[in-house]
């Protein structure tokens, strides 16, 4: 699996584009953020889905899907999505599988972006 695959790496450059001489750590900076809050996320998610907490479930995909986008991990913002619908139907049947799809994909993820940085 390529790198490219895990990560969109035009929305990777288009951050790397934004770091300048006033904040040369920018891009190193969102990087860590978002491994560290996607983390706490998945940990959240993790933690409403055993309890069986719809509501935490929907918001806590809902971040992660928007934080995701924003660093191209396009598949872990789709998991989130659908993780995330599962607040509408009010039955959390099948967010478990979601759920050890989405923290295999973070773990590709996260090992591309630290490549990267």
Same mark, same amino acid.
């Given at each position: ?29 969102? *990087? ?37 986008? #924003? *660093? ?28 050890? #799809? ?16």
């Amino acid at each position: 699996m390529s790198d490219e695959s895990i990560l969109d790496m035009q929305t990777i450059d288009q951050l790397k584009e934004l770091v300048d001489d006033d904040d040369p750590d920018f891009f190193v900076d969102i *990087i860590q953020g978002y491994i560290e809050t996607a983390g706490v996320s998945i940990k959240e998610l993790s933690e409403a889905v055993n309890s069986q907490d719809i509501e935490k479930v929907a918001s806590a995909a809902h971040c992660l899907k928007g934080s995701s986008g #924003n *660093i191209g991990a396009v598949r872990m913002q789709k998991i989130s999505y659908e993780l995330e619908k599962f607040g509408k139907k009010d039955n959390l049947t099948g967010a478990s599988e979601l759920l050890t #799809n989405l923290e295999e994909e973070f773990s590709k993820v996260t090992v591309v972006l630290e490549k990267e940085i």
